[in-house]
């Protein structure tokens, strides 16, 4: 019928002929990649020395066969069977306990360029014979090849080097299966031959580079033939329990928001706050010029958490747990029982020992281990001194997310100069309750004003008040 506009459904389309994807189990990564790496194909992990190529393709392997039962292969040219199991036994990745159980087949192949003579024609036969042997052995779905540079180190024809380069993706293929190579950067081009990042179907770069004497580690997808991916440069992280990177968000904006409140410690505070203190899971940020009690007000919270029974992660970037307990003593806030008996936590660091994906790392992994009701982070404004303030708000953007997909209750200190510090977050439009302190002078002494700048989704008064810390606590007149 004219003007009839009708869908129509392609009865010969099957679902099978979407990309399959291989999931590396590898943190953060499969979530810029909605699924891993392209099952059944080539990838290529690009990267200098020391930028954690192997360590990537070790990991892809052991995950395959822990997390998903997929044996794996791994074809060594630089580091023997021996060495590789050294290197990565403090990440706990028991290779030689896998190569018994026939779980892991490890192939060293050595190649010395100098006891290479180039006659006649080039051939990979004797590598795909010796490849399917390994594979045939476990039964292999995945497999590495580490580095590719190496394995053609003894040959200078070009074309011949071409040819076989895709004779060997080819031949993997064929195989199905989901490879990783890893290969050195190159001049001018993604790799040292600047055609293996045309016949991979996925193309990674592995970056490590210095910033102001601070080490950050960058990992980017070039290419991802097939499949939509994240196409910026991401933070990563080796640490004790392998390769973790940190995409920009890690979740969507989906998390739940639960009603119920938590006491801020203070009952004036909660009076302030139509008399109930915070929502659970929300973000508050207390800011103010020095001495004016942000870090009061953040002890006196996690005293509240503990007193309710419920676990509190307190992360101090400026001083050291016995100068904080001591401190708030003087106030009549006693913690130190609360560490004593597992509810309180008080990691101290000072923020220019790592870099920020460091910090963010180490902050996740006590959080996991914990599960806290509550992080308090005192204060985010050092974090300033390691980087730049976008990387900053990026890494505490990323925190918040987290947090809020926990429904953690998370409440951050920031240092500001000025009488007016509303404009001067990063983060200010993630925060749902902001406390801003000042100090005025009045006659001759000084006194701190706290206001209330915004709080989501509740009544809260507008009117400034007067802040007294002493002795006998924090009162708000």
Excluded at 90 to 99: A, Q
Excluded at 254 to 262: G, H, I, N, Q
Excluded at 362 to 385: F, K
Aim: hydrophobic residues 40%; glycine residues 10%.
């Amino acid at each position: 019928m004219k003007g009839d506009v009708s869908l129509q459904t392609d009865e010969s389309f099957n679902e099978k002929e979407f990309l399959e994807k291989s999931s590396t189990g590898i943190q953060g990564f499969d979530e810029v990649t909605f699924g891993g790496l392209p099952k059944g194909r080539p990838t290529i992990v690009i990267g200098g020395p020391g930028s954690g190529k192997t360590l990537f393709a070790m990991e892809f392997l052991v995950n395959g066969v822990r997390m998903f039962n997929e044996p794996g292969v791994f074809v060594a040219f630089e580091e023997t069977e021996q060495d590789l199991r050294k290197n990565t036994a403090s990440l706990g990745f028991e290779i030689g306990k896998l190569v018994e159980e026939k779980k892991l087949f490890v192939d060293y192949i050595r190649i010395e360029r100098s006891e290479i003579e180039e006659t006649g024609e080039y051939d990979l036969q004797g590598l795909f014979v010796r490849l399917g042997f390994a594979i045939d052995s476990v039964g292999a779905k995945r497999i590495v090849l580490d580095t590719i540079e190496s394995m053609f180190s003894g040959l200078s024809n070009e074309l011949i080097l071409r040819a076989e380069l895709r004779r060997l993706f080819g031949w993997l293929k064929e195989k199905g299966m989901t490879a990783v190579i890893t290969a050195e950067k190159g001049t001018g081009t993604l790799t040292r031959y600047g055609l293996e990042e045309y016949v991979s179907d996925c193309v990674i770069v592995l970056d490590h580079r210095m910033t102001s004497q601070i080490s950050t580690r960058r990992l980017r997808i070039v290419k991802y033939r097939g499949s939509m991916h994240g196409t910026n440069e991401y933070p990563f992280i080796i640490d004790n329990k392998g390769f973790q990177l940190m995409p920009i968000t890690s979740a969507a904006l989906d998390y739940s928001v639960p009603k119920t409140r938590f006491t801020t410690g203070v009952a004036a505070l909660d009076e302030m706050l139509g008399g109930q203190g915070f929502f659970k899971g929300s973000t508050i940020m207390v800011s103010g010029s020095p001495g004016t009690g942000k870090t009061s007000i953040a002890n006196a919270f996690a005293n509240a958490v503990c007193q309710n029974g419920d676990r509190c992660i307190y992360f101090a970037l400026e001083e050291s747990p016995k100068q904080i307990f001591r401190n708030m003593n003087s106030i009549g806030i006693n913690l130190e029982p609360y560490v004593t008996q597992g509810l309180l936590q008080v990691i101290s660091t000072r923020p220019t020992l790592y870099g920020l994906e460091t910090h963010l790392s180490i902050m996740l992994r006590h959080i996991e281990e914990t599960s806290p009701s509550a992080v308090i982070i005192d204060p985010i404004s050092n974090l300033i001194n390691v980087a730049e303030e976008s990387d900053v708000k990026s890494m505490l953007t990323r925190m918040i997310d987290y947090l809020k997909t926990k429904q953690i209750t998370s409440l951050f200190t920031s240092l500001i100069s000025g009488d007016n510090g509303a404009n001067k977050s990063p983060i200010s439009s993630w925060i749902d309750t902001w406390f801003l302190l000042n100090a005025r002078q009045v006659d001759s002494e000084f006194a701190t004003t706290i206001r209330i700048v915004k709080s989501r989704g509740m009544p809260h008064t507008k009117r400034i008040r007067e802040l007294e810390i002493s002795d006998k606590g924090i009162s708000i007149k």
